[in-house]
């Protein structure tokens, strides 16, 4: 969900229809299509294309993804190359990640018109491979797959940060960029998209606790390179069972790379709990899953895990506060604008209410205790590593096979089981 180099999207977003997508693949690429269907989008535009198998034999595929950026992020081609870089590179190291078509020229991209009016407006334009597979918002998670999805996250970020060296690769410092977890007190020019309700007054709450416990904490996390969207659309999975009762899964594709940017391992983490949360029927269960496939890989700090409710809060208040605005830019786009709000204002404000209950009362499921020494993600943890015996988790961390296991204390989950070594 890209929204430009540091604000929500103005009224820049292209605008092609499937005849002229059409032309622009052979015109740029050289490829005749076959098929063309529009894909849903935020601020740029994507096409499914198929293309003659026989003047695509060579290189093994038939079907791509046009990719044409909006005309603002358009005027950044080292930050568009630096995505694109990023893709290849994840590719290159057995990631699910699409590569980009080479131009009849020999390049990654083209800076192409929108058009052949005088003034139209130029676009960034790629063609990259089709991913096969069912995005995660299509299937009911379980905790298999959403361990492996805090996996993913971790793995990917920790590549990008030790491995990818490419020159634009300094374009990701991206200090203003609205999407960045770092920059949730931004919002606060965007907040009247909401209008006067209770939903606007949870959000104000988000951005002041975040401005006095976030900003000044941040120093102290370990800093890295975030994908920082890796939402239930931006996964792609593959069933690896015929199971219908325990379905498993495998990750089969990782998709849009726009909102890269400099950040921090537990801001990834944290983009893909609320993520995950969003379709999910027990929402405050999902982050413990996500949060130990993620330190099995990339362990956090006490005080990156005391973060994740905020960083968590803040992510959603993003999404939901740039998703109004963006509408009432585009209202022709609105249902997919909105789709996070469906169901994220509901998350966000069971979680407050959650967190605020006052001693003695009773609790939701594992919010017993949201004290700063036992944080309100950390009692989702310690359940869903009990679910995963024998995976690599860090050995400090893992649950060894003998560990003595008891019920969670919540009176109203006595199903919890949470781990206590011995």
């Not at 959000?203 to 904490?217: D, L, R, W």
Request: glycine share 8%; proline share 6%.
């Amino acid at each position: 969900m890209s929204a430009g180099s540091g604000r929500p999207q103005s009224r820049s977003k292209p605008a092609l229809g499937e005849r002229e997508a059409a032309a622009l693949v052979e015109r740029v690429f050289g490829l005749t299509v076959s098929w063309v269907q529009p894909l849903p989008s935020y601020d740029d535009q994507n096409f499914h294309v198929r293309v003659g198998r026989s003047e695509d034999a060579a290189e093994g595929a038939g079907e791509y993804v046009l990719k044409i950026t909006n005309s603002e992020d358009s005027q950044e081609p080292e930050l568009i190359e630096a995505q694109t870089r990023a893709m290849m590179f994840l590719s290159a190291e057995g990631f699910p990640s699409a590569t980009p078509r080479l131009t009849r020229d020999g390049n990654i991209m083209s800076l192409e018109s929108g058009g052949t009016a005088p003034g139209n407006k130029k676009y960034m334009v790629r063609l990259l491979t089709y991913l096969p597979g069912t995005p995660v918002a299509k299937i009911a998670t379980n905790a298999q797959i959403l361990y492996e999805i805090g996996k993913l996250a971790a793995s990917l970020d920790k590549a990008l940060s030790e491995k990818f060296h490419h020159p634009s690769v300094k374009s990701l410092h991206r200090g203003q960029f609205i999407w960045n977890l770092a920059n949730v007190p931004l919002l606060d020019q965007y907040i009247y998209a909401l209008g006067q309700n209770k939903y606007r007054e949870v959000v104000e709450q988000v951005i002041e606790q975040f401005k006095g416990k976030i900003i000044p904490k941040l120093s102290s996390f370990r800093a890295c390179v975030n994908h920082g969207d890796l939402n239930d659309h931006n996964i792609l999975v593959d069933s690896t069972s015929a199971s219908l009762e325990n379905p498993q899964y495998k990750v089969s594709g990782i998709l849009d790379f726009s909102d890269m940017s400099y950040g921090y391992y537990v801001f990834e983490v944290a983009i893909a709990i609320m993520y995950m949360m969003i379709e999910s029927p027990d929402p405050l269960s999902v982050g413990g899953h996500v949060l130990a496939g993620f330190e099995s890989v990339q362990p956090l700090t006490g005080e990156e895990r005391g973060a994740l409710f905020l960083l968590v809060s803040g992510r959603f208040s993003q999404s939901l506060v740039i998703a109004a605005h963006t509408a009432l830019l585009y209202p022709e786009n609105k249902e997919y604008l909105m789709i996070t709000a469906k169901t994220g204002w509901k998350h966000l404000v069971n979680m407050f209410e959650a967190r605020s209950r006052p001693r003695g009362a009773t609790p939701a499921p594992c919010l017993e205790d949201t004290t700063p020494e036992r944080p309100y993600f950390l009692q989702k943890r310690r359940p869903a590593l009990s679910e995963h015996r024998g995976s690599k988790v860090g050995a400090s961390r893992c649950i060894p096979a003998g560990a003595a296991v008891r019920p969670c204390p919540c009176v109203s989950h006595a199903s919890c089981r949470v781990s206590e070594l011995t």
